[in-house]
């Protein structure tokens, strides 16, 4: 080889398999962390060369972009961020301290998130060596606990996101860690689910169900989700696999966690939902839907930490058809443990 050659940046490997022909592969690009401005804001860029995801720390730490470079965004937005001292649904990925069903001790109501340390003051931004971006919150008020997430690439090309919540005030308090991932409208939804599940279908809806909505179990252990405009409802499984995955034009978009034990912050004692799923009732530029992994629940004590690792990735489908049973097969062998 020519001492050019040794000298690109682009390095082809070739793998002698027959003496006629050879399979070429390409090294993986090392992870970049850059400053960027996003709507407006300071924000940082973190790619792979092949994925990227564009965190706002302004935004109270979110994730505002993620997909392939040059693709279409998969997380929804609702646009710059108001400058009134009032809560906004910014929209993007966002860790919140649960149980939700726990907000109404220390808020007027369960929903929004009470302004400002649970949701609008910026959080605090630090760059790791290794091209990695950790962001820490504010204490929230009434839990007296604060949310550290870090991001990352592996040499995998999946986007690490690893999450930890730690108590700061003297007052032991019942804690759980819920991220939501607010999305684009999807084809389809997917969730792995128990053969063994007590609910009914294999999932639990918090309330009947639009008779428009398609939610079918294809097998015994995979739910599908077509997203119904204009219609509202939120469902939990308890799933073997903490994991959820969208289909969007041709490309899946899985999300996996750890699965914990213990009890979770919905569903029955011992058998929780570690994933849920809500599909919002808005039309237009305002429809999205909500991919929703969570921890396990349990009290904290001051510097007890509570952990919650988050793995996303893209596939490309290869069935033509993602309503086939070939599609089905496919995604369903993506949540295997």
Known sequence: MKPALRKSCVIL???????????????????????????GVPAFRLTDG?????????FSGRIMRYGAVGGQ???????PKSTNSKWTNLGGDKCFIGPHKDWHLFSNSLWPPKFATWDGDPHVALELPGAKLRTTGPAW???????????SFDPDGGLLIEQSLEKTGDSPTFLALWTVSQAMPPDAVYIPLHPESPYQQGFYPWSKLPPEVVCEQLAPRLLRILPTLGKGYKLGADSPVAAIATLKDRTIWLQRAELQKGNYPDGADGAGFPVEFYNHDASGAGQYVELELLSSQRVLKRGEILSLNIRWSLHPLVAADFLSKEASVEIEALFKP
């Open 73 to 79: 965004n998969l997380l929804w937005n609702s646009g």
């Open 13 to 39: 490997r070739c793998i002698v398999i027959s003496s006629m022909s050879c399979l070429c592969t390409v090294d993986a690009i090392q992870p970049t962390l850059e400053r960027i401005e996003y709507l």
């Open 141 to 151: 008020d009434g839990f007296e606990a604060k949310i550290t997430r870090e991001f």
């Open 50 to 58: 092949k994925t990227e995801a564009v965190i706002v720390p302004e």
